[in-house]
C-alpha cells in the first residue's frame, strides 16, 4: 500500500465529512485510491443531526465489517413507528418483521458514527483528513475541474485532484460555486428540535412516536438517558408561539405526552431549542467534468421517516461501485459520473414523493386542525394489516433501489 501522493492521477477530494463524505472516502482508501477529505468544522460534535441508521445502512457497515463496533455505540433500537393520537395508537410501520439482521432503526449519534469510521479511514496511508478546512473556489482547467482550493487553519491552500466530491450538505458551498441550482420546494412545515433528559420514573414506552393532538405534532426518540423531541409547527408560525412564551409551549407539550410533565419542566428558555426550517430538493445535474454531487448536496430530503442519512451513505456506495474502476485507472468519465445519478436519481424521486403524501395528507393537516386530529381512514385502516405495517417499514429502510457494496471492493 503505498503512501499518500496528492498529486496521484488519481487521487479525489471530498468536500464535507458527514455519512456520504466519510463513507465514501473510507470505501476508496481501502481499495487503494488517495483521498483527501475536508470538513469546515473542527470536530463532529454538532447538535441536531439526524442518528437513525435503517437495516439497509446496517448491512453495508456489515460488509464494511464495522456494523458491530457501530452498534456498540447505538443509544436504542427502534421495532415500530408509532402514531399517538387522542383516539389511540397507530402502528404504522413495524421494522422487526424485516427479513434483515438487523430488524431495527439503530439511534446512533451521528459524531460518534462518524469517528469511528474516520477512525478506521486513518489506518491507511493513502488517507488524509483536513479538519476546519473550509472550500473556498473549484480549481478549473479548461472546462475541467481539477482540485479545490481551501482554507486550513487559516493558510490558503490548493488541492489537485482527479475528482472533486461534494458531500458538503443542504448548504454546500461546492454546488453554489459550480453554478449548479437546487430546484427547492418548502413542506408546511418547520420544526423545533431539542433534547431532555430522560428521567428514572418517566413514563415512556421507548422508541420512536409520533403525537398527533389539536394543530400540534410531537416526535420523540428514544437515546438512552435522553429523549430526542421535535415540535413540528405549520411554517412561518414560531413568532406567534415564541411570543406566548416558554410556559404556554411546555404546558402544549404536556398535553400531548401526559405523563412527561417532569421531563419537559428541564425546558428552561428557548436557547435549549433549535428552529430547523424544513427544506426539499434536488439538482437537476449532480455533475460537472471533475466534480460529483452526493448526499443532501445533490438533493435535500424531509425529516420525514428519519432517512436522509441513508439516502446518503447509499449514494457514497453507488459512488464507490461506480467510479472505483475507472478512478483506479486515472480516467474518470462524465458518463462514469452521469452512471451514479442514473443510479441513485429514482431512489431519490420516490421517496421524496412518499414523504410529500405524507407531509401533505397527515402532517399539514394535523397542523391546520383545530379539533383532536385523526389519521384518514385509510391510513387507519391500513394500521390494523401487519402486511402493510412490514411493507411501509421495508420502503423506509430500503427505499426503491437499495445499494450493497459490489463485492470486489470489499476489503
Known sequence: MTAFDENAHNHVCIVGAGPAGVVLALILVRNGI????????????????????????????????????????????????????????????DFSRLESAYPYVALVPQARFLERLVEEARQYPNFRIWMNATFTDLLKKDEQIVGI????????????????????????????????????????????????????????????QARLGSGTMLVILDRGDQLQMGFVILKGSYRDIRNAGIDAFRDQLAGLVPGLEETFSHLGDWSQIAILSVVTG?????????????????????????????????DAVSAANVLTPPLKQGNVSEQDLA????RRESAVDFIQK??????????????????????????????????????????????????????????
Not at 470536530?43 to 437513525?52: A, E, K, S
Not at 430530503?301 to 447509499?314: L, R
Not at 397527515?362 to 402486511?387: G, H, M, T, V
Open 282 to 314: 434536488r439538482v437537476e445535474k449532480w455533475r460537472q467534468p471533475g466534480l460529483l454531487l452526493i448526499g443532501d448536496a445533490a438533493h435535500i430530503m424531509s425529516p420525514v421517516g428519519g432517512v436522509g442519512i441513508n439516502y446518503a451513505i447509499q
Open 34 to 93: 488517495p483521498v483527501t477529505l475536508i470538513e469546515s468544522q473542527s470536530d463532529f460534535d454538532r447538535d441536531f443531526r439526524g442518528d437513525t441508521l435503517h437495516a439497509s445502512s446496517m448491512e453495508i457497515l456489515a460488509q464494511l465489517n464495522l456494523a458491530e463496533p457501530i452498534l456498540e455505540l447505538c443509544n436504542s433500537k427502534i421495532e415500530k413507528l408509532v402514531l399517538g393520537t387522542e383516539g389511540g395508537q397507530l402502528t404504522i410501520a
Open 339 to 342: 452512471e451514479v445519478q442514473r
Open 149 to 208: 482550493k481551501c482554507v486550513h487553519n487559516d493558510d490558503a491552500r490548493s488541492i489537485p485532484a482527479r475528482l472533486v466530491v461534494a458531500a458538503d450538505g443542504r448548504n454546500s458551498a461546492v454546488r453554489q460555486q459550480a453554478g449548479m441550482e437546487l430546484r427547492r420546494t418548502a413542506p408546511p412545515m418547520d420544526v423545533l428540535w431539542f433534547k431532555l433528559p430522560r428521567l428514572e420514573n418517566t413514563d415512556w414506552s421507548g422508541g420512536v
Open 354 to 411: 412518499v414523504q410529500r403524501v405524507i407531509q401533505n395528507r397527515i402532517i399539514a393537516a394535523a397542523l391546520k386542525s383545530d379539533k383532536p386530529f385523526q389519521p384518514p381512514l385509510p391510513i387507519r385502516l391500513l394500521s390494523r394489516s401487519a402486511f402493510f405495517r412490514r411493507k411501509f417499514a421495508q420502503v423506509l429502510a430500503y427505499g426503491l433501489k437499495p445499494e450493497l457494496l459490489d463485492d470486489s471492493l470489499i476489503i
